[in-house]
């Protein structure tokens, strides 16, 4: 829906330094100059140039008791909230990881709150929904959030989400849009979905629907960039259109496709874990093996935003790109 309340001046990116952060920031200091400032809030230094002044980067941790002063010492209006730990470091604590996903986000919203702040953009996660055999073939956003309890990524979501429901409720002045992104892709992704392509050999677990559905960066921080500028609320599924199955993706990389049974996969990963040499145990079977399929018939025809590439345009672009 559409809200009418003043136009963004002042708009904070928490997670400006990552993947989609830098290109979101690019992407509002290209379009109107309504917003004034872009504010960038990481705990690394940004590496995107402003020749016009407009943005300034502010070091922070989303955990920290200083989100609250800089949003207000900045005087910001919209916060886009992208700080999530994808692919957990080396030696990073289960705590930890919990404690930027979930408390992070907590911390964001009540500094929205005590500080004024009109709207709160998050990427949440098609993983929200959940790795199961029984999800639909096309999950749309009144599915339930399921986020399996074992994948901490899922999990985290999953708390996120209920988090945000909480605050919808509680606090409907802090206008919120909610994406669910598919896997996104560019030319410098990298996370433990790009890691599975870049294997000479590709796992497909059997009795299972393990299509992926994938968005392009680009198509990512312009959706965004149109809620920010429209002030828009919801939450919406993103992904381009169509699926890839574990085969099309295999034809594609040119990787050699392994059928494998869940149970024979869940017993690799278990020694494999006792060994040290994955983190990943038998509780990602399910990762592989039902993926959730996101629809974006929302998207495009309530929010009204069409990607400009399919999900498997997006991945050839990608694995030409990642190979040159």
Not at 149 to 156: C, D, G, I, K, P
Not at 228 to 238: D, F, M, P, S, T
Request: proline residues 5%; negative net charge; aromatic residues 8%.
């Amino acid at each position: 829906m559409t809200v009418a309340v003043p136009a963004p001046r002042v708009v904070a990116i928490i997670g400006a330094s990552g993947f989609v952060g830098r290109v979101l920031a690019r992407t509002l200091l290209e379009g109107p100059r309504t917003i004034e400032r872009i504010v960038s809030m990481d705990v690394r230094p940004t590496d995107v140039r402003d020749e016009s002044g407009r943005l300034v980067h502010e070091e922070l941790d989303v955990r920290s008791a200083r989100l609250g002063e800089l949003l207000q010492a900045h005087q910001v209006d919209t916060v886009v909230h992208l700080a999530a730990v994808v692919t957990p470091p080396p030696g990073m604590k289960r705590n930890e990881h919990y404690a930027i996903d979930v408390d992070g986000t907590h911390n964001v919203l009540e500094s929205c709150v005590e500080h004024g702040v009109r709207q709160v953009v998050v990427t949440s996660s098609g993983a929200a929904y959940g790795f199961h055999v029984d999800n639909p073939s096309w999950i749309e956003e009144h599915c339930p959030l399921r986020g399996n309890e074992e994948l901490t990524y899922a999990r985290h979501k999953r708390l996120v989400e209920e988090l945000l429901a909480r605050y919808r409720t509680n606090h409907p002045e802090l206008l919120q849009l909610v994406f669910r992104p598919g896997t996104i892709l560019g030319p410098t992704a990298k996370n433990q979905v790009t890691e599975l392509f870049q294997k000479r050999v590709m796992l497909k677990v059997m009795n299972g629907d393990s299509r992926f559905v994938f968005v392009w960066d680009q198509d990512a921080a312009d959706c965004m960039a149109k809620g920010i500028h429209e002030r828009r609320a919801g939450v919406y599924n993103l992904a381009g259109d169509g699926a890839m199955s574990a085969e099309e993706v295999a034809a594609v990389t040119g990787a050699y496709l392994l059928p494998i049974s869940a149970d024979t996969l869940g017993s690799m990963l278990k020694w494999l874990q006792f060994f040290g040499f994955t983190d990943h145990g038998p509780e990602h079977v399910p990762f592989l093996r039902h993926r959730p399929v996101l629809s974006n018939r929302a998207l495009k025809e309530e929010y009204g935003f069409t990607p400009s590439r399919t999900s498997r345009q997006a991945f050839e672009e990608w694995w030409r790109l990642s190979t040159t």
